[in-house]
């Protein structure tokens, strides 16, 4: 598509400030934005499957950041410099219509079945790193041993899967605008937090061993999680009422869940691995 909207394309058409008469809608902009460039550390969930992942993960993070920018600019260009329509009409899925107004309906046919693989794509990625979490909690003691249970047939950890699935079945009578800020929102206290322990960690056991370690003094890494922090902060800031209603109700929840977990442990309610078979894990 961009490459056959190139003779189309006007580039003064890239200094519009939008159509007179439309309201700008920063929150959406802000959390579209932030849902397609986010959840990078997703993939340290899957450090255990690959081999040497301190020199695999730097690399190949650079390469997928950098070609999934590229693959969200380069159409968006050539859309916004060869196609004028009303601006009320840019919604879900205008890509594939403005496919159709650069190349004909064939364009608009492969663009939408590339949307339908990319979103089947992207949720398996997501589901994967959840339930591989799940599964390392469980093999640290943090959530009972059933959660590290894996299927016979395929090897996959089957009771996280479960959970993942049924938690998106639950949110599904929500918008998507409101899923997306809603999950905007718990990645941001989340990312937050890991921004803290890394402070945290660096600080109080610079020596500890790590897999992987950032080549920055401590004011250095400060100011490196400053930068980010910052947008995490304006994400949740512009936040609408259902959505600190639900984040909310899910950041209160898994802390609860964390206490109830802990009661189970200590009344032996449910069976958890214990701290030889961590070590042995570990080791």
Known sequence: MSLIAIPKIKPHRWLSLGQKGV??????????????????DSVSTLAGEVDKPQKIFPRALFAAVTLTC?????????????VVVDQDLWDSGFHADAAKIIAGKWLKFWIEVGAVLSAIGLFEASLSSGVYQ???MANLGFLPKFFAKRSKWFKTPWVGILVSTSVGIGVSF??????????????SAGMLLEFASFLWLRRKRPLMKRPYKVPLKMPGLIILCLIPSAFLILVMAIATKIVYLVSGLMIVGGIGFYFFMNFCKSKQLLKFATREEVEEGEG
């Open 23 to 40: 309201k700008k809608d920063w929150s959406l902009y802000c959390n579209t934005l932030f849902w397609n460039l986010n959840f990078w």
């Open 134 to 136: 799940l599964e390392g």
């Open 70 to 82: 590229l693959a969200y600019l380069f159409p968006l260009l050539a859309v916004t410099g060869s």
């Open 174 to 187: 929500m918008s998507f605008t409101d899923i997306i800020s809603s999950a905007n929102f718990v990645y």
